[in-house]
């Protein structure tokens, strides 16, 4: 079993700047694949990021690519994801989520425990 918690969302301007945590609990942190997800109303919930469990391989979705960074502490057990240059259309509630069998990747039927995710607004 895996607890995720998410943190850090809030409400910022256009380019402006918020780091997102996830806290975790549970199995080893250091063995499974991380990932973020969003969810903006009326959407499907999409791939942003994900990271390897040694964080030597990192993923990225390309509408974030360049502007998001995903991190992990194993020895603090948390993620975490930096974004910069925030755009409006880069509001929607963020997920992190754990994928304890695959390789880091973008399905998100590969993960198999989620947060309960935190929201980021980013007004124009």
């Known amino acids: 079993q895996v607890q995720l918690v998410e943190s850090g969302g809030g409400l910022v301007q256009a380019g402006g700047s918020l780091r997102l945590s996830c806290a975790a609990s549970?199995?080893?942190?250091?063995?499974?694949?991380m990932g973020w997800f969003r969810q903006a109303p009326g959407k499907e919930r999409e791939f942003v990021a994900a990271i390897s469990w040694s964080a030597t391989r990192t993923y990225y979705a390309d509408s974030v690519k360049g502007r998001f960074t995903i991190s992990r502490d194993n020895a603090k057990k948390t993620g975490y994801l930096q974004m910069n240059s925030l755009k409006p259309e880069d509001t929607a509630v963020y997920y992190c989520?754990?994928?304890?069998?695959?390789?880091?990747?973008?399905?998100?039927?590969?993960?198999?425990?989620w947060g309960q995710g935190t929201q980021v607004t980013v007004s124009s």
């Open positions: 549970g199995r080893t942190f250091s063995s499974y694949t």
């Open positions: 989520a754990a994928d304890i069998e695959s390789s880091p990747g973008w399905d998100i039927n590969d993960y198999d425990y």
